[in-house]
T-cell receptor, first 114, second 112 residues
Framework: DTGVSQDPRHKITKRGQNVTFRCDPI?????LYWYRQTLGQGPEFLTY????????KSRLLSDRFSAERPKGSFSTLEIQRTEQGDSAMYLC????????????FGPGTRLLVL | RKEVEQDPGPFNVPEGATVAFNCTYS??????FFWYRQDCRKEPKLLMS???SGNEDGRFTAQLNRASQYISLLIRDSKLSDSATYLC?????????????FGIGTKLQVIP
């Protein structure tokens, strides 16, 4: 399977714990995006990498959130001191710099904070 | 005003009907536009890119109206399998720096 993959697919944690999610983009894609989606809403942009450089961060990305893409390939999204309001689907997408920059999404990580 | 606005629906249409959705955007500098389809509890999947000249893919037609700042999606001869949420996406910014905004999505239910 050469699509975008995310791990884990589901995560249940207790409030206050730290969680880390991983995203592996399509191999030739140099752009990688993180989104958060809650029920009944569209995906909300969190952050964006071009290769290893983090070029944009939403104001939604509080200081408890951090994302990295150390070698320009896979990326991690960490949430520290989780809160119940962090419960959501976290989606990763990747795109190529060529063409119309179509983004291809991974299956998402569903986070539940108890 | 929201950056990207969609009517959340639901749109309930009979099989075979034609249905159209609009998506308005507020930033006149927006450059790239897409329609995605999202099934319940699944990730969004690209349906169509939206080009300035409009584009068609089978039963689906997408249009861009820059003057009025909206994009549209027309679905002809609706199938039961078209039932899903349709998300519009607007991207501002060329090259490296860009702002990506999704609409809330329009829910379509095609009924037999």
């Amino acid at each position: 399977d050469t699509g975008v993959s995310q791990d884990p697919r589901h995560k249940i944690t207790k409030r206050g714990q730290n969680v880390t999610f991983r995203c592996d983009p399509i191999s030739e894609h140099n752009r990688l995006y993180w989104y958060r989606q809650t029920l009944g809403q569209g995906p909300e942009f969190l952050t964006y990498f071009q290769n290893e450089a983090q070029l944009e961060k939403s104001r939604l990305l509080s200081d408890r959130f951090s994302a990295e893409r150390p070698k320009g390939s896979f990326s991690t999204l960490e949430i520290q001191r989780t809160e119940q309001g962090d419960s959501a689907m976290y989606l990763c997408a990747s795109s190529s710099r060529q063409g119309q920059e179509t983004q291809y999404f991974g299956p998402g990580t569903r986070l539940l904070v108890l | 005003r929201k950056e990207v606005e969609q009517d959340p629906g639901p749109f309930n249409v009979p099989e075979g009907a034609t249905v159209a959705f609009n998506c308005t955007y507020s930033n006149s500098a927006s450059q790239s536009f897409f329609w995605y389809r999202q099934d319940c509890r699944k990730e969004p999947k690209l349906l169509m890119s939206v080009y300035s000249s409009g584009n068609e893919d089978g039963r689906f037609t997408a249009q861009l109206n820059r003057a009025s700042q909206y994009i549209s999606l027309l679905i002809r001869d609706s199938k039961l399998s078209d039932s899903a949420t349709y998300l519009c996406v607007v991207i501002v910014g060329p090259g490296g720096y860009q702002k990506v905004t999704f609409g809330i999505g329009t829910k379509l239910q095609v009924i037999p």
